[in-house]
């Protein structure tokens, strides 16, 4: 079982930075950030393959957003940079234990979610 705690969102101006946080429990071999705006289908923001040295992202992110992970502690982060107010949505942490890094930012691949953090992006 695997447990999800995400942290960081909040509420910043166009091109200001936020960073988000997750910490997992469990065994997660793939880990991911989705997001969700009112009236908007969830979509994949930014993922990465945690047993090697992958990531992938959202084409409206690159460049923009960073995804990593510590192993230590087993916590995943979305640092965000040049935030603009179609970021804005809630934000949530995915994992799993995946057999391989693919599909990495599809959400049918995770199995476990966090509660979710918004992210306000004013204008």
């Known amino acids: 079982q695997v447990q999800l705690q995400e942290s960081g969102g909040g509420s910043v101006q166009s091109g200001g930075s936020l960073k988000l946080s997750c910490a997992a429990s469990?065994?997660?071999?793939?880990m991911a950030w989705f997001r969700q705006a009112p009236g908007k289908r969830r979509e994949g923001v930014a993922a990465i393959w945690t047993a090697g040295d992958r990531t992938d992202y959202a084409d409206s992110v690159k460049g923009r957003f960073t995804i990593s992970h510590d192993n230590a502690n087993n916590t995943m982060y979305l640092q965000m940079n040049s935030l603009k107010p179609e970021d804005t949505a809630m934000y949530y942490c995915?994992?799993?234990?995946?057999?391989?890094?693919?599909?990495?930012?599809?959400?049918?691949?995770?199995?476990?979610w966090g509660q979710g953090t918004q992210v306000t992006v004013s204008s």
């Open positions: 469990g065994d997660t071999r793939c």
């Open positions: 995915a994992a799993d234990f995946c057999r391989g890094p693919w599909n990495l930012l599809l959400d049918s691949t995770y199995n476990y």
